[in-house]
C-alpha cells in the first residue's frame, strides 16, 4: 500500500528531516509512528498524503509515484488517503453535516450519494444525533470524531493520523483509538504519528521509531519505548 | 501515468461556484465595498483621462490638418510663370493640394478677420497673391515650404514656423504621458483588486487547505474566487460608465455651441462614448479577473 525506498527528505533551509528511510506498508495494516519531536515523523506523514516530495528516493502510494505525480494528479492521490489532525480542521461556520458533506461536494460527488454517505460515517462515529449542531457546540473528542469522519467518508484505502488524540483527555483518546480499530477491522490502512506512550504499550500494533531522520526499530506488536 | 481528476465542469457545479462567489462577497462586506470603491475610482480617473485624452488628440489632428504653407508670389510675376510656379510646386512630393488666392481676396479675408478698419487698405493694398499649400502629412510641412523658397517667383513661404514644431512636441509629450498615466492607473486598480481577494481568500485559507487535503482540483478551489474578481470588477464599473455616459453628453453639449466657430471641435456622443465604456467594461473585469487570479495562486501551493 505505503512503500517508501531510500527516502531523504531535505528542506530548503538545510534541514534534514529524513535520510535513507526503507518502509514498506502492506494493505490493511495499522502502524504507529514515535519518536521525539522534531525527528521527523511529521514530514514521514506528509510525504504520504503528497504535501512533500522526496528529495531522493521513492514514495509510492497506492501504485502512484509521489515524486513523479504531475501537480494536476495530486487530488486523485489525496482522494485514496484520509487525513486527520490533532487540531480537526472543521470549518467553524459549518455545522457537523456540512462538514463531512464538504470532503464529497468539492469533489463533486452526487447529491444522493452524498446524503447517504455522511449519515452512514456519522452513524458509525455515533454523532448522528448532532448533525446540525456547530463544532463549537461539541467537546472535543466529538469534533475528532467529526474529523474522522469526514477523513473516511470516500472510502479512502489508508488513513493518516498526525496526532489525533494530542489535544484530547486520556478517556476521550481511549475512545478515538477505539473508532480507529473500527475502521481497521473494515480494511483501512491506519499510518498514526503519536506521542501518547499508554494507547500504544496497550493497544499493541506494528511500531515504527523514527530518531533524527533514521528509522530506529521496526517492530510487530512493539511498544512506546520512550519516557512519556 | 496516473489519471488526473475529470475537468469538465457540472451545471451543478458552476451553480455552487457562482453561489461561493457572492457568499464571498456578502460575508467579505466591507473589502467587497473597498475594492468596489478602488475600481470606481480608477476606472472614472482613467475614463474621464481617455475622453480628455482622445479629444486632445482630436483637436491635435484638426489643428495639424490646418497647417498650411503660404507662399508669397513677387509682385511683378506675370500669369505664364505663376502658372509655371504653380506647376513647380504641385509636383513637390509632400504637397497634397494647391489654392490660389489673389492679394483682393486675401485683403477681404483681413478685413472679415481683423474688422473694417482694415478697409483702408483697399485704397493700396500691400498684400501679396498667394498660392495656399497643403502637405500630405502635416510633419512634411517645414520641408515642404524650404524647397518652395528655392523656386525664382516665391517671394517667401510662410508657415508658422515655430507654431507648428511646438504643437508637435506638446502632441507627442501629450500622447506618451497619457498612455504612462492611463498604465499606472490600470496597474494600480489591479493591485487594489488582487490584494482585497487575498484577504477574502486569506480569511478562508482553512478551507482551500482543507479542499486540497480532500483532493479537490485546483480549478474546483480557483473558480469562485475568479468569479468573485469579476463581479468586483463589474460591481466597480457601473459608476464610472454612468458618468461617462451621461458627463460627457452634457460636457458635449455645454462646450460645443461654444466652439462651434472654432478650429477644434468635439469628438461625437456615440463615437466617443461606446468605445470608451466598452474598454471600461473590459479593463473592469480583466483587473477583476487578473487580480483574483494572481492572489489565488499563492494558496493553492499545498
Same mark, same amino acid.
Given at each position: 500500500?505505503?512503500?517508501?525506498?531510500?527516502?531523504?527528505?531535505?528542506?530548503?533551509?538545510? +534541514?534534514?528531516?529524513?535520510? /535513507?528511510?526503507?518502509?514498506?506498508?502492506?494493505?490493511?495494516?495499522?502502524?504507529?509512528? +514515535?519518536? #521525539?519531536?522534531?525527528?521527523g515523523k511529521s514530514t514521514f506523514i506528509k510525504l504520504i498524503y503528497r504535501e512533500e516530495k522526496p528529495s531522493s528516493g521513492t514514495v509510492t502510494v497506492g501504485g502512484i509515484n509521489t515524486a513523479t505525480l504531475r501537480q494536476r494528479s495530486v487530488p486523485a492521490l489525496r482522494r485514496k488517503v484520509g487525513v486527520v489532525f490533532q487540531d480537526f480542521?472543521?470549518?467553524?461556520?459549518?455545522? $457537523?453535516?456540512?462538514?463531512?458533506?464538504?470532503?464529497?461536494?468539492?469533489?463533486?460527488?452526487?447529491?444522493? &450519494?452524498?446524503?447517504?454517505?455522511v449519515m452512514e +460515517?456519522?452513524?458509525? $462515529?455515533?454523532?448522528?444525533?448532532?448533525?446540525? &449542531?456547530? #463544532?463549537?457546540?461539541?467537546?472535543?473528542?466529538?469534533?475528532?470524531?467529526?474529523?474522522?469522519?469526514?477523513?473516511?467518508?470516500?472510502?479512502?484505502?489508508? +488513513?493518516?493520523?498526525?496526532?489525533?488524540?494530542?489535544?484530547?483527555?486520556?478517556?476521550? /483518546?481511549w475512545d478515538i483509538m477505539r473508532l480507529f480499530g473500527m475502521i481497521n477491522e473494515r480494511g483501512t490502512t491506519i499510518v498514526m504519528a503519536t506521542h501518547n506512550k499508554d494507547i500504544v504499550n496497550t493497544l499493541r500494533r506494528r511500531v515504527i521509531a523514527i530518531e533524527n531522520g533514521r528509522i530506529v526499530r521496526d517492530e510487530q506488536r512493539g511498544d512506546y519505548g520512550y519516557e512519556a | 501515468m496516473n489519471s488526473g481528476v475529470t475537468t469538465a465542469m457540472k451545471p451543478r457545479t458552476l451553480r455552487r461556484h457562482f453561489r461561493e462567489s457572492f457568499k464571498n462577497l456578502r460575508r467579505n462586506g466591507w473589502m467587497t465595498f473597498a475594492a468596489i470603491s478602488a475600481v470606481t475610482v480608477t476606472l472614472l480617473l482613467t475614463g474621464i483621462f481617455l475622453v480628455i485624452m482622445l479629444n486632445v488628440n482630436k483637436a491635435g489632428t484638426d489643428i495639424e490638418r490646418d497647417v498650411e504653407v503660404r507662399v508669397h508670389i513677387k509682385l511683378d510675376t506675370?500669369? !505664364?510663370?505663376?502658372?509655371?510656379?504653380?506647376?513647380?510646386?504641385?509636383?513637390?512630393p509632400e504637397v497634397e493640394s494647391i489654392t490660389y488666392s489673389s492679394k483682393e481676396q486675401e485683403l477681404q479675408n483681413l478685413i472679415k478677420d481683423m474688422g473694417s478698419d482694415y478697409a483702408l487698405f483697399e485704397q493700396s493694398n500691400p498684400l501679396y497673391d498667394v498660392y495656399v499649400v497643403k502637405t500630405a502629412r502635416p510633419q512634411d510641412t517645414p520641408d515642404a515650404a524650404r524647397k518652395i523658397e528655392q523656386f525664382a517667383q516665391t517671394e517667401k513661404a510662410v508657415y508658422g514656423e515655430e507654431e507648428v514644431k511646438n504643437l508637435?512636441?506638446?502632441?507627442?509629450? !501629450?500622447? @506618451?504621458?497619457? !498612455? *504612462?498615466? *492611463? !498604465?499606472?492607473?490600470?496597474?494600480?486598480?489591479?493591485?487594489?483588486?488582487? @490584494?482585497t481577494i487575498k484577504i477574502t481568500i486569506f480569511a478562508r485559507r482553512k478551507e482551500i487547505e482543507i479542499m486540497k487535503l480532500v483532493g479537490a482540483t485546483n480549478w474546483f478551489i480557483r473558480w469562485p474566487f475568479l468569479l468573485e474578481g469579476l463581479w468586483i470588477g463589474l460591481l466597480g464599473s457601473i459608476l464610472p460608465i454612468a458618468a461617462i455616459a451621461i458627463g460627457y453628453y452634457y460636457a458635449e453639449q455645454a462646450f460645443s455651441a461654444q466652439l462651434a466657430s472654432q478650429l477644434v471641435d468635439f469628438i461625437d456622443y456615440l463615437p466617443l462614448v461606446l468605445p470608451v465604456t466598452a474598454l471600461m467594461l473590459v479593463m473592469a473585469v480583466f483587473i477583476g479577473i487578473w487580480g483574483s487570479f494572481l492572489s489565488v495562486r499563492r494558496f493553492l501551493k499545498i
Open positions: 500500500m505505503i512503500d517508501m525506498k531510500g527516502v531523504t527528505k531535505k528542506y530548503s533551509n538545510g +534541514v534534514t528531516a529524513l535520510s /535513507s528511510v526503507d518502509v514498506t506498508i502492506k494493505q490493511g495494516e495499522f502502524v504507529y509512528i +514515535v519518536g #521525539p519531536s522534531g525527528a480542521k472543521l470549518l467553524p461556520l459549518l455545522t $457537523v453535516y456540512e462538514n463531512v458533506a464538504f470532503a464529497l461536494e468539492v469533489i463533486e460527488e452526487e447529491p444522493n &450519494m452524498i446524503r447517504k454517505r +460515517v456519522l452513524d458509525l $462515529v455515533g454523532l448522528k444525533h448532532k448533525a446540525r &449542531m456547530l #463544532p463549537t457546540e461539541l467537546s472535543g473528542g466529538e469534533q475528532q470524531r467529526v474529523a474522522i469522519a469526514r477523513s473516511i467518508v470516500n472510502n479512502p484505502k489508508v +488513513v493518516i493520523a498526525d496526532e489525533p488524540t494530542g489535544n484530547l483527555d486520556p478517556d476521550t /483518546s | 506675370t500669369e !505664364a510663370e505663376k502658372e509655371q510656379l504653380k506647376q513647380q510646386i504641385s509636383s513637390l508637435f512636441s506638446f502632441m507627442k509629450t !501629450a500622447r @506618451n504621458v497619457g !498612455a *504612462v498615466l *492611463v !498604465a499606472g492607473l490600470l496597474f494600480t486598480a489591479m493591485f487594489l483588486i488582487s @490584494n
